[in-house]
């Protein structure tokens, strides 16, 4: 019976996960250029026309259209119905992988935190302060009406990642922003003392792709390319959210 009611609640995480996925579409391309969330609603980039109603259900329209728009025939990107699916895996795993009230709440609004700061980021290059700032509230909102006890953990935890990824940029000017400065304190409000998992993966991550870029365009070309480290510690993020808690007392009881 338990295993039951866990698979529908994955099932029901991944329906709203989708319907998540497609508002975040609209988050990470309207935000950084203040355009409003709510007005006007979606619509084709390029005829304009508002999208029907049936087709904005979240990847089975894009399918159905074969990824261009009903009116103009514009292309659709892929983008949009892999970011829904994308969104709707990630919340089925953080039910699966999470028990209790305050880890789930916290793993379902990270989740919805990082998938438009990655996009953002990646498509300008900024983090913007108005999710790092909502993310920080929302961490501790969270943490204060669920586990009131915790809250010095969280801050302590945010402190701590803020501090590591700031040693880091001031350590090599130019390499990473202050706003992944941020996205990390953050992360530790969210993550707790899995944040070290988090900052791990993304700096493995960013190195890896740093020697790939390196290897292919040179080590002179390659140390000027600009890699936005905000995608990194998304997946850093995630990494530790579905797995941090294993892997750290995996490391504590194999090596501590």
């Known amino acids: 019976m338990v295993e039951s009611w866990l698979v529908l609640l994955v099932v029901l995480a991944a329906l709203g996960g989708l319907l998540v996925g497609s508002f975040l579409n609209v988050v990470a391309w309207r935000l950084p250029r203040g355009e409003s969330l709510v ?149 530790g409000l969210f993550l707790g003392r899995e944040v070290a998992v988090a900052l791990l993966v993304a700096l493995l991550a960013g190195t890896f792709v740093g020697i790939v870029v390196m290897a292919r365009r040179g080590v002179g070309e390659g140390r000027k390319t600009a890699i936005p480290f905000g995608p990194f510690l998304a997946l850093g993020g995630v990494v530790a959210l579905l797995a941090g808690a294993a892997l750290v007392d995996w490391y504590l009881s194999t090596f501590a």
């Open 39 to 187: 007005a006007p609603g979606s619509h084709c980039p390029g005829c304009d026309h508002p999208v029907r109603p049936y087709d904005n259900v979240p990847v089975l329209s894009w399918l159905a259209l074969r990824g261009r728009c009903r009116d103009c025939r514009t292309p659709i990107s892929a983008r949009y119905p892999l970011v829904e699916a994308l969104t709707a895996a990630l919340a089925a795993g953080v039910i699966a992988t999470n028990d209790g009230l305050h880890d789930v709440l916290l793993g379902l609004v990270l989740v919805a935190l990082l998938v438009p700061i990655a996009l953002i980021d990646l498509d300008h290059r900024i983090i913007p302060n108005r999710l790092s700032a909502l993310g920080a509230v929302a961490a501790l909102a969270i943490g204060a009406a669920t586990d009131l006890d915790g809250v010095a953990q969280q801050l302590i935890a945010g402190a701590a990642a803020t501090g590591f990824l700031l040693v880091a940029a001031l350590a090599r000017p130019g390499g990473m922003g202050m706003g992944d400065v941020k996205l990390a304190g953050v992360l």
